[in-house]
């Protein structure tokens, strides 16, 4: 196969008797190690680790990272998941002695600092959103939708209310149907109009006294704001429905409009997309809550509140709907989250907003001629392209997206919103340059052409990447990524 050949697995370098250490005898009497033990919990034979020199495991290591994909290395536009830049800045913080190694369940007086930057990070984030109050346990942006719907939940039944629905638009994220099964609910699917907005036609009949809750997600994951959503809103409220806002797209709209002026209940936030915490395989993620007033007493316990200028974890919160989440989320992003927030201001977030559909427009201009649009544009911060034209010529999303690997560029999207044929989520973001994304285009159009031409190139791609092509359904059905002792003794 072309390309870099596979790094060899460092149980394969091993030589029997290399160590990675050496250390003088231990000059300290007494027993050996293994009589202190209960035989129990002792190995009847030594485990099967790679015996390697320090330089093998550093340089095995190096060579790995390299192979990786990150953004920190390539322009990564992956529709929905905002994979903008981290600044560094934030990284230092989170790494602060006195926030990285705080434990827990250090008692309040010792943790004040960190009860603060929750606290504070809460009211910054409900400022954002429009929201009163804020819960910073969720650890995803899928948690936070089910602590969301379970607010809700519990909301209609403290004022005596039993409703069995939850209605989800056909362009929603997988996540909202799933959240909201999972809190019991049935799912109603909504269609979609021909503009890829919220049919309001079929909002109204399905409204009545049985629904919970209305979920959407603004701008939608065609990219496209709502154009009616206040009026959604407020028809959803006339019935006493809630209405969630998935706040995953929130970088369209930071300073520029609030989930809570629009009418929204409840919202949640991913701080690994809109807030620059790490994402996928670079940390946890955080999804915060936050909901308007008459949903504060539901929220998970504890809440930080502040008393009398000392910080503290309130417990006593008779309609919560519990805890949801080990300890108080992942306190880590939420330092990452906080020092972007304060490094940027009110004007740099609204600007984030302005440059990610800025980007994202510019983008979908340049394509226009070369790839059917999911909708007409504008668009916000990213654009649907479907590539129906191609596949006419026999060349699918999956090949584009194979082949933009070859040519130096992640993939977007593909197949997602599930509404569009072919389709290729093209989410720029607001950190990169303008050269970085005519340099993308040209790909896309130069794939464009191979399709109408020579598409032998797009069909054998992926060549340049350490894997080639995989046939997708084993791959996904039979995994195979367990390394044993047998393969190589
Ligand atoms: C990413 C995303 C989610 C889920 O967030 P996770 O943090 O991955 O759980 C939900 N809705 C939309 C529109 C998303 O893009």
Redesign the pocket.
Same mark, same amino acid.
């Given at each position: 196969m072309a390309g870099p050949a596979y790094d060899r697995l460092i149980f394969e370098l091993s030589s029997p008797g290399r160590t990675a250490y050496s250390l003088p005898e231990a000059d300290v009497p007494g027993k050996a190690l293994a009589s202190l033990l209960p035989p129990r919990y002792l190995r009847a034979e030594p485990p099967a680790l790679p015996e390697v020199s320090e330089f093998d495991v550093v340089r095995h290591y190096s060579r790995l990272s390299r192979m990786n994909y990150g953004v920190d290395t390539h322009f990564y536009p992956l529709g929905?998941?905002t994979m903008k830049y981290n600044p560094r800045i934030n990284e230092d913080m989170a790494r602060l002695a006195g926030f990285a190694h705080l434990h827990p369940l250090t008692p309040e007086r010792g943790s004040q600092g960190a009860l603060r930057l929750m606290d504070e990070l809460a009211q910054a984030l409900g400022e954002i959103a429009g929201m009163d109050a804020v819960s910073l346990q969720p650890a995803? /942006? &899928?948690?936070g939708?089910l602590a969301g719907v379970l607010m809700i939940r519990a909301y209609h039944r403290a004022r005596g209310e039993r409703r069995t629905k939850v209605l989800v638009p056909d362009s929603a994220?997988g996540?909202?149907p799933a959240s909201t099964a999972i809190a019991g609910y049935e799912v109603v699917q909504l269609k979609s109009d021909a503009n890829g907005e919220v049919d309001l036609g079929d909002l109204e009949r399905n409204l009545d006294g049985s629904v919970a809750a209305f979920m959407v997600?603004v701008p939608n994951?065609l990219g496209l704001f709502e154009t009616r959503i206040i009026e959604i809103t407020e028809l959803c409220h006339a019935q006493g429905v809630q209405v969630y806002m998935?706040g &995953?797209?929130l970088n369209a709209i930071l300073g520029v409009t609030r989930p809570g002026d629009l009418g929204f209940d409840v919202c949640h936030f991913?701080l690994?997309?809109t807030f620059t915490t790490p994402h996928g395989g670079g940390g946890p /993620?955080a /999804?915060p809550v936050g909901v308007r007033a008459h949903l504060e007493p539901f929220l998970p316990a504890p809440v930080v509140v502040k008393r009398a200028e000392r910080y503290a974890l309130d417990w006593k919160r008779p309609k919560s709907i519990g805890k949801l989440q080990a300890f108080w989320g992942n306190f880590g992003m939420l330092v990452r989250a906080y020092a972007y927030i304060r490094t940027m201001g009110a004007d740099g977030l609204r600007s984030v907003a302005e440059n990610a559909v800025l980007n994202a427009n510019y983008v979908m201009k340049r394509l226009e001629a070369h790839y059917d649009l999911a909708a007409p544009g504008p668009c916000m911060h990213e654009c649907v392209v479907s590539a129906r034209r191609q596949k006419k010529l026999g060349v699918t999303a999956t090949d584009i997206a194979k082949r933009l690997l070859d040519l130096g560029f992640y993939a977007p999207s593909t197949y997602f919103p599930l509404i569009v044929e072919e389709a290729l989520m093209i989410e720029p973001t607001e950190t990169e340059s303008k050269e970085t994304l005519d340099a993308f285009c040209d790909a896309m159009i130069q794939i464009a052409r191979e399709a109408e031409t020579d598409p032998a190139p797009i069909h054998d791609a992926p060549v340049t990447t350490p894997v080639g092509r995989l046939d997708q359904t084993k791959a996904a059905r039979e995994p195979d990524l367990r390394w044993t002792p047998s393969q190589t003794r």
């Open positions: 929905s998941c995803a /942006g &899928a948690q939708e994220h996540t909202n997600t994951t998935d &995953a797209n991913n690994h997309k /993620g /999804g």
